[in-house]
């Protein structure tokens, strides 16, 4: 259960020179864990299960940032709205319409990231880039609307391979995805900056490719036990 300081100060001077921070990962972790990091001066955590976040979030110091890093339905939403920061995988116009309304009840502005379908496995959520097109024309056309969101970036997962090439390429790919909505679509948005791509096994990679944000969880937490939730 404990947690490894020395592989959270390495990943914080790693990270240093590319200006990316970092998301702590602890699905599954108790509160304790948590706590720990945070005296740390961790204070972005990533969680993947609605209620186990609002579980974690009602105990625990109000200005940790928290990151939904999950799949998310619709029909959850409520659930974050009132204290999520960013929400790291949108894959829907539904789900950004449902974000939106669900930010405006509680009167507040949530990050959202689109989640790029980069990996090869059927497995991974996201959005090829058709799909994202149409939802960002959408939301271009529309775009008084939608007030109490902003689009802040783009996530994605590369394939589970020991293929680094492949990883980096994957990843590579992503940052040529992000630039070219940077110049298109979102050219007057300042706040379209992250590029959320890197965990535990990947990050090195994913930070030579430009990561702005790494979602680590087993380097700093170790690894999870699933059949304790
Ligand atoms: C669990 C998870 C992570 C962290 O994975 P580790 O390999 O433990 O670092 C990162 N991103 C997402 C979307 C996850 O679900």
Same mark, same amino acid.
Request: no cysteine; net charge negative.
């Given at each position: 259960m404990a947690i490894n300081l020395v592989a959270y100060q390495q990943i914080l001077q790693e990270l240093n020179p590319y200006n990316?921070?970092?998301?702590?990962?602890?699905?599954?972790?108790p509160a304790e864990d948590i706590t720990a990091l945070y005296e740390a001066g961790q204070r972005i955590f990533g969680e993947n299960y609605v209620q186990e976040m609002t579980e974690k979030q009602g105990v625990l110091p109000s200005d940790i940032e928290w990151h939904f890093i999950g799949h998310l339905q619709s029909n959850k939403v409520k659930y974050i709205a009132p204290y999520v920061h960013? !929400? $790291?995988?949108? +894959?829907? @116009?539904? @789900? @950004?319409?449902e974000i939106n309304k669900q930010a405006a009840k509680n009167q507040r502005i949530i990050n959202c990231l689109?989640?790029?379908h980069i990996a090869d496995e059927e497995t991974k959520f996201g959005m090829d880039v058709n799909e994202i097109e149409s939802l960002l024309t959408a939301f271009t056309e529309n775009q008084s609307v939608y007030a109490n969101i902003r689009i802040a970036g783009l996530m994605g997962m590369a394939t589970n391979t +020991? +293929?680094?090439s492949k990883i980096r390429s994957e990843f590579h790919? @992503? $940052?040529? !995805?992000?630039?070219? !909505?940077r110049n298109t679509f979102l050219k007057? $948005?300042?706040?379209f900056k992250e590029l959320s791509i890197g965990m535990s096994a990947d990050y090195h990679i994913a930070l030579q490719e430009g990561s702005t944000m790494v979602r680590i969880g087993s380097l700093l937490f170790g690894n999870r036990n699933y059949s304790q939730i």
């Open positions: 990316a921070r970092l998301v702590a990962v602890s699905k599954t972790k960013t !929400i $790291h995988a949108v +894959d829907s @116009l539904k @789900l @950004l319409q689109l989640q790029v +020991d +293929d680094e790919q @992503l $940052h040529e !995805i992000f630039n070219n !909505i007057d $948005h300042s706040y």
